[in-house]
């Protein structure tokens, strides 16, 4: 056992050497980071000549077998449907090109066998029902292992599974929705409320998962960690590809967050009723601690339309730190890892993820150039363009990661249960710090209420 333990880190460490060999512009970080400026300037060409963003194809909401033929059979479906694949096989085949040269010939077909499959989950997930409580990563990691177990699909679409490279590019892309200016809107009350909470739960889950659970993976832990605080799958992908965590962390934070993030959009409401909590407590707690964008917005709903907008503020505001918690989990595991002195920074450097500084640039060229620039209204409908090819890219992501996922694989780092006892935990802390902060900051006890105008 530890003569295989030590060849495994013997082959990493080798691995790192490689890495460390190939130049900077041929690396997947500086290539996702191209792809996504040129989808940027994709969409300011295409609104300048048509007026509107260029988007991906999007699958309307459908129910029953009329919904689904009208759909399939909608004037414009296959001209999309063809131009966002052929838009998404010419971008990452360029950057497949540059980052590893004479691999296109296998790549691409494979490629294209993957499209077809994320389509099918696009279209799963778009079923009426399904879209109101399942999001589109819960059907790609579904139908990836499903289709990795029993059906073998890897061997065929191996080359092409490669769920680094799309993530970073989704992750840059993600970066101009985080705009410094919704901070404003909410001001000094989200800052409270969510960059006080997150830092906090991250650190007692570290400490609670490394030091009473003695959990084995470091990167589970932390993976787990901030998918409770920040905002579920999004923050668990940032930060998996930030520490280098497994499949398995991942598939197994985004599989229990996608699980919670249903129940508690559903009794969080029934909660902040039976209390007697305002609207905007309860939508402030509720954009705190639930998950996912869309299940806040609809969370907040069931309160009325004050705590819907609160929820969504929230969750905005707390988006912002997805870039700046990659950034210091970088740092953190590159130093922890290495073994480095403090005063040793080329091996911090050498292992620090660089999209990261395209997330972070990205959100300062929508912040401070092209939202002053093209106004307000331009701004949100390039973001909204881009949201879809971000869409895209977290779809490849989840379902690179079930196609390379052995059930058994997972199963195992479950057998103790400890994962599941460390967000269980974890999130009970968040949600009770969560309420408590909001009571304070805005229950009207110690500071001005805000002024929202809803």
């Known amino acids: 056992m530890e003569k295989t333990i030590a060849s495994v880190k013997t082959q990493s460490k080798d691995l790192d050497r490689v890495h460390k060999k190939k130049p900077f512009w041929a690396s997947s970080d500086l290539v996702a980071i191209l792809i996504a400026l040129s989808l940027v300037a994709l969409n300011l060409g295409f609104w300048y000549v048509k007026g509107e963003a260029f988007r991906a194809i999007k699958y309307p909401a459908w129910e029953g077998l009329d919904g689904l033929m009208g759909l399939v059979f909608r004037e414009d479906f296959y001209f999309l449907f063809f131009l966002t694949g052929l838009a998404l096989s010419l971008v990452f085949s360029a950057g497949q090109s540059l980052s590893s040269p004479g691999s296109l010939k296998t790549f691409l077909p494979a490629f294209v066998g993957l499209y077809f499959l994320a389509s099918l989950v696009y279209l799963l997930s778009s079923q009426a029902t399904f879209k109101e409580y399942l999001e589109y990563a819960f059907w790609a990691l579904l139908i990836g292992l499903l289709g990795n177990n029993l059906l073998g699909l890897h061997k065929y679409l191996a080359p092409a599974l490669k769920s680094g490279f799309y993530v970073k590019v989704g992750l840059v892309l993600m970066g101009a929705e985080v705009l410094f200016s919704n901070i404003a809107s909410f001001g000094a009350y989200g800052i409270a409320i969510s960059w006080v909470v997150v830092p906090i739960v991250i650190v007692f889950m570290w400490w609670f998962g490394i030091h009473y659970l003695k959990m084995d993976s470091p990167t589970m832990v932390m993976v787990l960690a901030v998918t409770t605080s920040v905002c579920g799958v999004s923050a668990a992908v940032a930060a998996a590809a930030s520490i280098k965590a497994n499949k398995e962390d991942l598939t197994f934070s985004v599989g229990i967050s996608i699980f919670f993030t249903i129940v508690m959009m559903v009794l969080m409401p029934l909660f902040v009723k039976w209390v007697g909590f305002s609207e905007l407590i309860g939508g402030a707690w509720i954009g705190n601690t639930v998950d996912s964008t869309g299940a806040v917005v609809l969370a907040g709903e069931a309160l009325g ?24 989990l970088a740092l953190f595991f590159a130093k922890r890892e290495g073994g480095q002195k403090p005063g040793d920074k080329s091996e911090i450097w050498a292992r620090m993820p660089k999209f990261i500084f395209g997330f972070i640039g990205m959100s300062l060229l929508f912040s401070f150039i092209i939202q002053p620039g093209l106004g307000v209204e331009v701004t949100n409908e390039l973001i909204s363009g881009l949201g879809t090819w971000k869409g895209w890219c977290f779809c490849l992501t989840f379902l690179c990661i079930g196609l390379e996922t052995n059930f058994r694989d997972m199963v195992g780092k479950l057998e103790s249960g400890k994962p599941v006892t460390l967000y269980v935990v974890g999130q009970t802390f968040s949600l009770i710090l969560s309420l408590l902060v909001c009571w304070i900051v805005l229950g009207g006890h110690f500071f001005a209420l805000p002024h929202l105008g809803i």
């Open 305 to 328: 339309p004050l705590a819907s907008q609160v929820a969504a503020m929230i969750k905005m505001i707390q988006n912002v730190l997805i870039g700046f918690v990659a950034f210091i």
